[in-house]
């Protein structure tokens, strides 16, 4: 069955880095562009960051762009977000999505939680 197994989150302090992982099976990897969302407590979601299927194009919030960067490696099924200088707006779940060419094809992992804090 689909799986997106998320790691890599917990308590940083401000300035500081974490490196998030998502695991996936289940599916042709290759052929799935992948995201990171966020959800901050009693906000909505919001899309983090985004590759495409060879890691060709990526695409940034506007909020992370310069701090944060997505990468894939197809051979391994995982997508990585190396998070920097990190501050308390960026405490959230983080959420891997996993989208194909379908719409059924549209898959979530169960969220890592990341908290900025001193």
């Known amino acids: 069955q689909v799986q997106l197994v998320e790691s890599g989150g917990g308590l940083v302090q401000p300035g500081g880095s974490l490196r998030l992982s998502c695991a996936a099976s289940?599916?042709?990897?290759?052929?799935?562009?992948m995201t990171w969302y966020r959800q901050a407590p009693g906000k909505e979601r919001e899309l983090v960051a985004a590759?495409?299927?060879?890691?060709?194009?990526?695409n940034y919030a506007d909020s992370v762009k310069g701090r944060f960067t997505i990468s894939r490696d197809n051979a391994k099924n995982t997508v990585y977000l190396q998070m920097n200088s990190l501050n308390a707006e960026d405490t959230a779940v983080y959420y891997c999505n996993a989208r194909g060419s379908r719409p059924w094809q549209n898959y979530w992992g169960q969220g890592t939680e990341v908290t900025v804090s001193s």
């Open positions: 590759i495409t299927l060879a890691g060709g194009i990526t």
């Open positions: 289940g599916f042709t990897f290759s052929m799935y562009t």
